[in-house]
């Protein structure tokens, strides 16, 4: 005992000495250790699994290699295994429960200059958000394109309604993909997935999750735990309704997870929310369901932590293989009015009622830890995490560098800089690279979004101030995410509601170039048209049309014949486009742009003068 004790002691000097090197300012190691009160309770519904750990890891072997007739017997197995009280059959639609439809098709308002301000994705009223305040999400797909998931403001006719829009060039425009819509029921928080079906790597097989609780009170009293699918080109529409939580009780804060980054074909996608009283004042248990199955069914485990705990923010944490996988939960504990601190909660990524605590902050008295947003790098073994949080309006991150052994806290995020009156921080992170994490945070006015780009734990990155150009929601958390077009590359990418809260906007750190579709009319002729304006300083456009789908790439050459940039290289469909080129990184000089597609091939010349 006394040399594990010495061993934990080193461990946590070490850590804290190596995260202190890189990054001086603030940051100190956590105790890891439960306050007197919490020493008193112990963990709470232990329970054991369901089936042998080694099951999931032969379901996977099989769905992975398309042996179907294995995988059905694996998954029978399974199920003659799981009581009937945690088995959840989402296709069949509870009675008294509205029927979710599919929204109609609004193409977004696309910015011309979207390259100096954020793009518009959406223009319109967007659910209010306190409490509730993720009514927005984005995510990564496989396929490489950016989602923004949000939720709309209550209108006559539609109470609730989530639409979800796609971006195949790294944010510069926005198409509709598809959503879910109430006539008559609202809708409170929305988690987005976005993971990939074929293992042949089609991507139109791309499928998008929306997870979402549903009331039929616009106070979110009673609500259930739903959530709605489609494939990235709007086909292939489902929606469910998972459970619903006993009376007087709600579902809230939905946070979706899926270890999509490791399997295609055998993806398996969860959630995890909150069972409260209706009035939002006391947590009693979270809840858990997961499918392997792409949410035909879904197995569901309830486990309480014997606290008050809010606003979860959960992240799927890789072990060596899928049954070591675990999923990984940071809330904002309330201890007393002036006491908020941040926990871990972990669980088996099988569902189980088995749960442990990591016991991170210990600001004590006086000291509000609140909104915390997790991210865990997805990588096997997972080496690191963090989340971002405000402590009495100041906001900080904390991360552990060996799988939650030990955890430093209070890095400096964005400190006092820019205001001592931070609302809201989201974090994200990218399994490959050097730099694979940002964070992001706002002032409470609304009026700064501000970032740290180009990190790692320890040492964040460049700090990024008042990137929006728009004033910010108050009561809507902006997101972000990891944008990785190639493997060792991490942009970082965010959206947010606007001031109201209205629009969505969008933007990427590094964008410049947009390709926008001018209208939905079909071309006879490929054609290239001269730039405009031309010469030019420092940003220009290109028209060009293509009569037929196929791949189509725009190249830019300086005088040497060397290429000065790409534009655009992938499929697209039949159209008339509009390219954006900023120059802002090239020299003055004559230019030549190319486009080839098909058997097509036309070249111009341009001429930049700064």
């Known amino acids: ?117 954020d793009v518009t994705v959406y223009s319109g009223s967007v659910k209010f958000g306190d409490p509730y305040f993720r009514q927005v999400d984005m995510k990564m797909g496989e396929d490489g394109n950016m989602y923004v998931a949000y939720n709309r403001a209550p209108v006559s006719g539609t109470n609730g309604r989530i639409d979800v829009y796609r971006s195949s060039n790294g ?16 809708i409170g928080t929305v988690s987005l997935l976005v993971e990939l079906r074929d293992g042949g790597g089609n991507p139109d097989s791309t499928r998008i999750f929306v997870f979402y609780t549903v009331s039929s009170t616009s106070n979110n009293d009673g609500a259930t735990m739903s959530f709605g699918s489609w494939r990235r080109n709007g086909s292939a529409w489902y929606a469910g309704n998972i459970a619903s939580p006993p009376a007087g ?50 197995t569901g485990v309830t486990f309480s932590s014997g606290w008050n705990d809010f606003y979860p923010s959960a992240e799927l944490r890789p072990g060596s293989g899928s049954s070591s996988d675990s999923v990984w939960i940071a809330v904002e504990r309330r201890f007393s009015a002036t006491n908020y601190e941040i926990r871990i909660i972990r669980t ?106 180009g990190g790692r734990i320890g040492s964040l990155g460049a700090t990024v101030y008042k990137r929006n150009s728009n004033t910010a929601s108050t009561s809507v958390s902006p997101t972000c995410m990891v944008y990785s077009p190639a493997p060792t590359t991490s942009l970082c990418a965010f959206s947010y509601a606007g001031f109201g809260p209205t629009n969505i906007y969008a933007n990427q750190e590094g ?38 789908s196929g791949n189509v790439k725009l190249t830019v050459f300086d005088i040497t014949g060397r290429v000065a940039a790409v534009l655009l290289d992938k499929n697209m469909n039949a159209g008339n486009y509009t390219a954006d080129f900023d120059a802002s990184g090239l020299s003055s000089g004559i230019y030549f742009y190319t486009l080839s597609s098909g058997s097509f091939t036309d070249t111009k010349k341009m001429i930049l003068v700064k």
């Not at 399997?263 to 409260?276: D, L, N, P, R």
């Not at 945070?441 to 780009?453: A, E, F, K, P, Y």
């Not at 947009?514 to 300083?537: D, M």
């Open 1 to 117: 005992m006394k040399r594990f004790k010495l061993l934990a002691v080193l461990t946590a000097f070490l850590f804290s000495g190596i995260l202190s090197a890189q990054d001086e300012i603030g940051s100190s190691p956590s105790t890891n250790q439960p306050t007197a009160i919490e020493q008193q309770r112990g963990q709470f519904n232990e329970g054991d699994r369901f089936y042998p750990a080694y099951l999931d890891d032969q379901l996977k072997a099989a769905q992975e290699s398309g042996n179907e007739i294995e995988a059905k017997r694996i998954m029978e197995l399974m199920d003659s295994k799981i009581p009937a009280v945690n088995k959840f059959n989402a296709m069949d639609h509870k009675a008294g429960l509205e029927v979710p439809v599919q929204t109609g098709s609004v193409q977004p308002p696309f910015n011309s200059d979207w390259y100096s301000n």
């Open 171 to 186: 944010g510069a425009s926005w198409v509709y993909t598809n959503g879910i819509q109430y006539a008559g029921s609202y």
């Open 249 to 298: 009780q709600e579902y809230s804060f939905a946070s979706a997870v899926s270890d999509g980054a490791f399997y295609t074909t055998a993806t398996w996608i969860g959630v995890m929310c909150t069972e409260s009283n209706n009035a939002l004042t006391t947590t009693n248990n979270f809840k858990y369901y997961r499918s392997v199955n792409w949410g035909q069914t879904w």
């Open 348 to 453: 088996p990524w099988t569902p189980v009622a088995s749960n442990n605590t990591y016991f991170v902050t210990s600001g004590g008295s006086g000291v509000k830890y609140e909104k915390p947003s997790l991210t865990v790098k997805q990588n096997r073994s997972c080496d690191s995490a963090m989340f971002t949080v405000t402590k009495n309006g100041v906001s900080y991150y904390c991360p552990t560098v060996n799988g939650g052994g030990a955890w430093s806290v209070d890095f400096t995020l964005g400190g006092t800089s820019n205001g001592n009156n931070k609302a809201f921080t989201w974090c994200s992170s990218n399994p490959n690279g050097n730099e694979p994490f940002n964070g992001i945070w706002v002032s409470s006015d609304g009026d700064s979004i501000n970032l740290r780009v």
């Open 511 to 548: 964008l410049i170039t947009g390709i926008n579709q001018n209208n939905t009319e079909v071309p006879e002729l490929y054609s290239l048209s001269q730039n405009y304006p031309n010469p030019f300083n420092p940003v220009t456009n290109i028209k060009f049309s293509i009569p037929a």
